[in-house]
């Protein structure tokens, strides 16, 4: 056991995100004994609820996890509420006064950790009167954790940053990318650097390109209002698919460090091609989903969801190809997918290694001689829903003759395992609590992100032409086949075919 001392105090501490993941997580390093006695917990918002309020919420958002009565209550007993106003300087007096009280009550050494899961519009308000305030005073560690998005695009990322980086140090900040806390994502160092047959093949010697899918089978659900002003460009791709890039496509740490590690991604990312105008629209796709139907199934457009602009312009949908200017990459594509109503959700990586250089296996037809096809040796990763790895190869079928049979070497986590392995933000609290950045962003990799998404996002912006759409619950429109078929390529993973064939996807 390792208890932590520590208070947190929760920003948006009615939202969803906190309801939804954080008083679960808090909860379940409760049960393991990572938090015990010395913790409490302020959540703050606008509404005027009482502690015994918020505490009920508390042992709602926990009751899937099927806690005991004592056990609820005495966890739900570290949780306070203080009605709070971002702006107004006084309510931090108000909270600070409550923070040391609960200093004092649970023996916390000053320990602070503020988690900021609110409107991004607030965040550099919010830590300009932490400090000014004197929330900082302590005697502990003061850490802050930011949530999603950091900024929309590199300008306001940056002055986000610059508003953050005037109270907190950069060791301080913890810039959550949740995919980061993935256990298959998280596994991609260890699938990379602990293997010398796949790292001595990590490169454009062996490899013909890498394709990233984050699939998502839902719509957007009642997001509309922020994902109709966000669009999955930088919903998705300035982030996490930018992230597990980078994790692909860094060179081996010297060190499994957050300082070096890190270092590498951010190398990573800075050779990742930042396109003009021309290159963009000859490497970028978007879309956005027209309505559909699936398994007699009838799902409705995206216009008409609700809080949507009827008439919106916003992608659903996304498909690219990144470029990576270094040695090692030179000439390998990195294709990735994103986007919500799609066959299945999904999010799997596939490394497709070139094909031997001479194909020796003939079959004679007739009086000539044709080449035998040889499938790519693939090797797939699986971060979501299933968790594992799995490589595919060319064998022989068994018997007379010689014909080529596709093998696939596969390991999956057992259901067991996926049910007890920690929730993403289960392990970034941890880490946070830790002190350990390495599963978080650095602002370097934030403001590269920005950069190469920015142009993309530009280009888009003054393209007058109308946006292609695609069935719901299709994996995207025919310009992202088209994206791989010009290069000689073909998306590895097709759920949809499934489907298809069985004429259950229209
Ligand atoms: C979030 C996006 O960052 O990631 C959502 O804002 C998306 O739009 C979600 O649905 C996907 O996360 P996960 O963990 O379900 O793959």
Redesign the pocket.
């Known amino acids: 056991m390792n208890e932590k001392k520590v208070l947190f105090t929760i920003f948006g501490g009615t939202g969803d995100l906190a309801q939804r993941k954080l008083y679960p997580s808090l909860f379940r390093l409760y049960r393991k004994g990572d938090l015990v006695e010395s913790f409490a917990v302020i959540g703050t918002a606008r509404r005027p609820w009482s502690d015994e309020t918020y505490r009920n919420i508390i042992k709602e958002t926990i009751a899937s996890l099927d806690p005991t009565e004592e056990e609820a209550d005495a966890f739900a007993s570290h949780f306070y509420y203080q009605s709070h106003d971002v702006q107004d300087t006084e309510h931090y007096d108000t909270l600070k006064k409550l923070a040391d009280e609960l200093d004092e009550k649970y023996d916390l050494e000053g320990n602070r950790l503020f988690y900021l899961a609110m409107s991004p519009n607030f965040f550099g308000t919010i830590v300009s009167h932490l400090k000014s305030q004197g929330m900082l005073d302590s005697k502990g560690y003061h850490r802050v954790i930011i949530e999603?998005p950091f900024g929309t695009d590199y300008e306001t990322a940056s002055q986000l940053n610059e508003e953050i980086t005037q109270v907190f140090q950069e060791e301080e900040i913890y810039r959550i990318d949740?995919?980061l806390g993935?256990e298959m994502v998280q596994n991609i160092s260890a699938i990379r650097f602990a293997n010398s047959i796949f790292e001595s093949l990590w490169s454009n010697r062996y490899i013909d390109n890498i394709q990233i899918n984050?699939a998502?089978d839902?719509g957007?659900e009642e997001?509309g209002g922020y994902?109709d002003q966000?669009g999955a460009l930088k919903?998705?791709v300035q982030?996490?698919i930018l992230q597990v890039l980078s994790l692909l496509a860094m060179e081996p740490p010297v060190a499994f460090s957050d300082k070096e590690i890190r270092a590498e991604k951010i190398k990573a990312l800075e050779a990742v091609r930042v396109y003009t105008a021309e290159e963009v629209a000859k490497n970028f796709v978007r879309a956005q989903y027209g309505p559909g139907s699936m398994e007699g199934q009838d799902y409705t457009a995206y216009k008409e969801e609700l809080n949507v602009d009827p008439n919106s312009s916003t992608e659903t949908f996304v498909a690219g190809k990144f470029i990576i200017d270094n040695f090692r990459w030179s000439g390998v594509p990195f294709y990735v997918r994103t986007g919500?109503r799609l066959t299945e959700?999904g999010?799997r990586i596939n490394i497709v290694f070139k094909q031997v250089p001479v194909n020796v296996f003939k079959d004679s037809v007739g009086g000539s001689c044709e080449q035998k096809q040889l499938s790519p040796n693939v090797l797939t990763i699986y971060i979501?829903p299933t968790e594992g790895f799995s490589l595919s190869l060319n064998g022989k079928e068994v018997g007379q003759g010689f014909n080529m049979l596709p093998i696939r070497l596969e390991h999956r986590n057992s259901a067991e395992i996926i049910e007890n392995t920690p929730e993403?933000y289960e392990k970034l609290m941890l880490d946070s609590l830790n002190g350990d950045g390495t599963n978080f962003t650095h602002w370097k990799e934030v403001a590269q992100s920005w950069h190469i998404v920015d142009v993309i996002r530009q280009t888009w912006d003054q393209d007058p032409s109308e946006l292609p759409q695609y069935s719901a619950r299709s994996m995207g429109p025919k310009e992202a086949y088209e994206l791989l078929e010009k290069d000689g390529f073909e998306w590895i993973w097709a759920p949809d075919e499934w489907y298809r064939k069985r004429d259950l996807l229209s």
């Open positions: 999603k949740h995919y993935k984050i998502e839902l957007v997001r994902y966000s919903d998705m982030n996490h919500k959700k999010t979501q993403a």
